[in-house]
């Protein structure tokens, strides 16, 4: 069922088994998982149904470091979180990312890729996903070849994104027809309160903009509030730890990452067709699918460089047929009104505006601009940095609540990773005839502006990092809380590093995982 706190009692006390904190993609993966069972569960959230700019306004933040658009854009008080604006893209992390690389410090999980498999292919399940398909597999789907790129250069993996992406709108009936579960809308955890020792979850404190309080009290809580949120619960959590619950070596909200992207260079080539049949977007019955150029291992390790994944970019020009066309169609808002020179382009065209139409309809494959620039988009893990972080400003929001304090930093290794994947990308293009590549200057150069050049991801990953050792990490490889029994985040803020693939994917094969350990729990 689906109750709006809002309607209760003030000072209400709520009992139950478990309860989750975060009414996103991870938790109500969790909280549907968890229903399966006998136990008792409580999904809270802070947001309703609906935007609501009152309840949005709890995520303001202060920037310190670099600018990061996607504190503010990329983060969603609402049920189903950030999954009402997402894209919906999906890509299990690669066998290397979970390494220690001597190369990358403070890297490695306590996991490894294929521990975490099986529950990858549950997680695409819960995306509404087809098979378990991201490499030559997916090309094959497609009925496309990949360019003969030499394998220990460029690999051949695909995303997916599905066409259920709003998790709210998809598992409503669910979450309101499940037996035992109550999901709590407009309740904002404001603290998590252990015993007196700081050792043993008890409660979560809830609080609503118009004032009423609450608590629910769990053996068994759970945070799913995202990369910077979760870590901000822990440290407002301050009434037994005053530093915060899991910050006894000062690493909740340190390690902050995102995914840095940018464009590095521009495709000059006489197969533009070519490419754009490779690597522009294939509908399919299950998912859309964009092939990728990622950067093999085996340059990684040489290069001693991060994870980077890269695609082609299509921007069409002003007189390109296809593009005048969905002007007027209104698929593309920014394009002004047709003029007559533009009906020239239409009439000039025609001939690949009827191939555009077999593709589209018959083919299932992209439309296909005849006149277009082509860039290199960049797709690129972030080195983990201690100095770069979250942590609590002197400002408070509506609800009395430190706000979030971002202080978001880069090392030069990854403009150098950029560069090494941009020149492996031209070495290759060039052997195959594809084109030339020309490569910005700012990715070349090691100059102190070449971030400005980049931008982030609305990815938040690492405040919250997942290690075996308490020294390393604040949660464990089970995602509970070094130290507090019962207290556990599944988050992309466990995420030791990045990769170069999206977080949620992952996010959801950790929810699953961690749902199964609950089960087995409580079965002994």
Not at 12 to 37: H, P, R, W, Y
Not at 46 to 70: K, N, V
Not at 116 to 141: K, S, T
Not at 168 to 175: I, P
């Amino acid at each position: 069922m689906i109750f709006d706190f809002q309607d209760f009692p003030s000072g209400s006390n709520i009992d139950c088994d478990i309860c989750i904190v975060g009414a996103g993609a991870a938790g109500i993966a969790l909280a549907l998982e968890l229903a399966k069972t006998s136990l008792d569960i409580v999904l809270l959230e802070s947001g309703g149904r609906f935007s609501e700019s009152d309840t949005q306004a709890l995520y303001d933040s202060e920037i310190i470091g670099l600018t990061h658009l996607g504190i503010h854009q990329g983060r969603h008080r609402i049920l189903g979180g950030s999954t009402v604006r997402w894209s919906g893209q999906s890509l299990p992390l690669e066998p290397i990312d979970f390494e220690r690389r001597d190369w990358v410090p403070f890297s490695g999980w306590p996991l490894s890729r294929q521990e975490l498999d099986p529950f990858y292919r549950q997680a695409e399940a819960v995306m509404h996903l087809g098979n378990y398909e991201y490499g030559q597999d997916a090309w094959q789907r497609l009925g496309l070849n990949p360019p003969k790129f030499e394998p220990d250069k460029i690999g051949t993996l695909v995303s997916k994104y599905t066409y259920k992406s709003n998790f709210f709108e998809t598992y409503r009936q669910k979450l309101q027809q499940s037996p035992g579960l109550r999901v709590l809308q407009h309740a904002n955890a404001v603290q998590l309160v252990t015993n007196p020792i700081g050792t043993k979850i008890e409660e979560v404190q809830i609080r609503t903009l118009t004032g009423k309080t609450g608590t629910v009290r769990a053996a068994t809580t759970i945070v799913c509030c995202g990369g910077i949120e979760s870590a901000r619960l822990l440290l407002v959590s301050n009434q037994v730890c005053p530093t915060g619950l899991g910050n006894q070596h000062d690493l909740v909200g340190r390690f902050f990452q995102d995914h840095v992207d940018c464009y590095s260079a521009e495709i000059v080539t006489k197969k533009p067709r070519q490419l754009q049949r490779l690597y522009s977007w294939h509908r399919r019955r299950d998912a859309y699918y964009y092939p990728k150029i990622p950067l093999a291992e085996a340059v990684q390790r040489e290069k001693q460089v991060l994870n980077v994944i890269g695609d082609l970019f299509f921007q069409p020009s002003q007189d390109d047929g296809l593009r005048v066309l969905l002007g007027l169609l209104g698929k593309e808002p920014s394009l002004e009104t047709a003029r007559r020179s533009q009906l020239k382009s239409l009439l000039r065209d025609l001939p690949y505006l009827a191939f555009n139409a077999y593709q589209y309809g018959v083919l299932r494959h992209n439309p296909v601009y005849t006149r277009s620039r082509i860039l290199l988009r960049c797709h690129s893990e972030q080195s983990p940095d201690p100095t770069s972080r979250i942590t609590l400003s002197a400002e408070k929001d509506a609800l009395g609540i430190p706000k979030a304090q971002l202080d978001w930093q880069l090392t030069d290794n990854c403009r150098e990773s950029i560069y090494e994947f941009t020149k492996t990308v031209a070495g290759e293009f060039l052997r195959l005839g594809l084109g030339e590549v020309k490569v910005f200057d700012w990715v070349s150069k090691a100059e102190e502006q070449w971030t400005e050049n980049i931008w982030d991801t609305y990815h938040h990953m690492g405040t919250t990092r997942m290690a075996d050792n308490p020294t390393m990490g604040v949660v464990d490889r089970n995602c509970q809380v070094h130290g507090v029994e019962g207290l556990y985040v599944v988050s992309s803020s466990v995420f030791p590093t990045s990769g170069s693939s999206n977080p949620t994917l992952t996010i959801l094969a950790l929810a699953i995982r961690l749902a199964d350990r609950l089960k087995s729990l409580q079965s002994r």
